[in-house]
């Protein structure tokens, strides 16, 4: 089966611009989850949705990051206006009830300069 | 709230000798334990998760790793390092009834020939 799928992998951006990040999932999981790692400290929690609801949005920055996941199917995740601490690595995950099932893409890669 | 500690931030063996990477975790009530691995230029790759059942658990790559409950680590071993191995290594823990991976700040492994 097709994994997590991840694009861009890589974006570079200035400072103020948009970027919109995207995730396609596991066909058929309905928990999708988004983290990031900031440069040299730990992979962070940002959301989780089930479906196109967002479960838990605990872990967003603040109100510049934007996630949807329109019809429960592949999810976005929206920086407007990006800001150079939000350089890093984005990561989404999907996984089915069984929580050994959490599969990672292979993340995008965010540089604001 | 969780927290995972992984002690040390850069492991240099070389080729063929063994190795332990360490991973503490702080939680109040019972989690799952997971190590992820990323090679170079890839996404996050599960080596092996600790559910329930038997405390030593094997991986995939010749990886396995022991839960100890009364000291609350997941120390990652390898008896015979490759250089194939090199690579960063995360330590994880979640909750078992949440939502959310606590990652640790990695390990990177870097395999001497």
């Known amino acids: 089966e097709a994994g997590v799928t991840q694009f861009p992998s890589h974006s570079v951006i200035e400072k103020g611009q948009t970027v919109t990040l995207r995730c396609d999932p596991i066909?058929?999981?309905?928990?999708l989850y988004w983290y990031r790692r900031v440069m040299g400290k730990e992979i962070k929690f940002l959301l989780h949705?089930?479906?196109?609801?967002?479960?838990?949005e605990s872990g967003m920055p603040n109100n510049r990051f934007l996630a949807e996941r329109t019809g429960g199917t592949y999810s976005t995740l929206k920086v407007q206006p990006a800001e150079l601490e939000d350089s890093g690595v984005y990561f989404c995950a999907s996984s089915d009830r069984d929580r050994g099932g959490y599969t990672f893409g292979s993340g995008t890669r965010l540089t604001v300069v | 709230a969780q927290s995972v500690t992984q002690l040390d931030s850069q492991v240099p063996v070389f080729e063929e000798a063994p190795v332990e990477l360490r991973c503490n975790y702080s939680s109040s009530v019972s989690v799952y334990l997971f190590w992820y691995v990323q090679y170079p230029n890839q996404g996050l790759q599960l080596l092996l998760k600790y559910l329930s059942g038997s405390t030593l658990v094997k991986g995939i790559n010749g990886f396995e790793a022991e839960f100890n409950k009364s000291q609350t680590s997941f120390h990652l071993r390898k008896p015979s390092v490759h250089i194939s191995d090199t690579a960063e290594y995360f330590c994880?823990?979640?909750?078992?009834?949440?939502?959310?991976?606590?990652f640790g700040t990695g390990t990177s492994l870097t395999v001497i020939p």
């Open positions: 994880a823990v979640i909750q078992r009834t949440g939502n959310q991976f606590y």
């Open positions: 949705f089930v479906k196109e609801s967002k479960q838990d």
């Open positions: 066909s058929g999981h309905d928990n």
